[in-house]
Nanobody, 130 residues
Framework: QVELVESGGGLVQTGDSLRLSCRAS????????????MAWFRQVPGREREFVAS?????????HYAESVKGRFTVSKDNAKKTVDLQMNDLKVEDTAVYYC??????????????????WGQGTQVNVSS
């Protein structure tokens, strides 16, 4: 079992930056964490959860982004620390959502957008005000 815990959410204004972090624990050492594709999703009440960004398993050269966040968000994974971060710049009101971290073994970044992840965090709230 892999446990994922997100942190870093909060209330910011339009144009601000925020950095989310997700830490893995449980049945995964650094070597095992390397083998997980990791992703960020977000959800607004009343709407389906949507894909935001992902990084594939291995040495983190494989990333994928939703069109709505390209050029503003950057995902990065630290296998030694067992963390995956989401740097969010130039935030917009429409980025307001609960952000979830997710993990799937041996998954590429592209695949993280197409399959239901095996593990989910409990989410962290991001509010962007105008």
């Amino acid at each position: 079992q892999v446990e994922l815990v997100e942190s870093g959410g909060g209330l910011v204004q339009t144009g601000d930056s925020l950095r989310l972090s997700c830490r893995a624990s449980g049945r995964t050492g650094a070597a095992y964490f390397r083998n997980y594709g990791m992703a960020w999703f977000r959800q607004v009440p009343g709407r389906e959860r949507e894909f935001v960004a992902s990084v594939g398993w291995g040495e983190n050269t494989d990333t994928h982004y939703a069109e709505s966040v390209k050029g503003r968000f950057t995902v990065s994974k630290d296998n030694a620390k067992k963390t995956v971060d989401l740097q969010m710049n130039d935030l917009k009101v429409e980025d307001t959502a609960v952000y979830y971290c997710a993990a799937t073994p041996m998954s590429s970044a592209q695949a993280m957008n197409k399959v239901t992840p095996n593990y989910w965090g409990q989410g962290t709230q991001v509010n962007v005000s105008s």
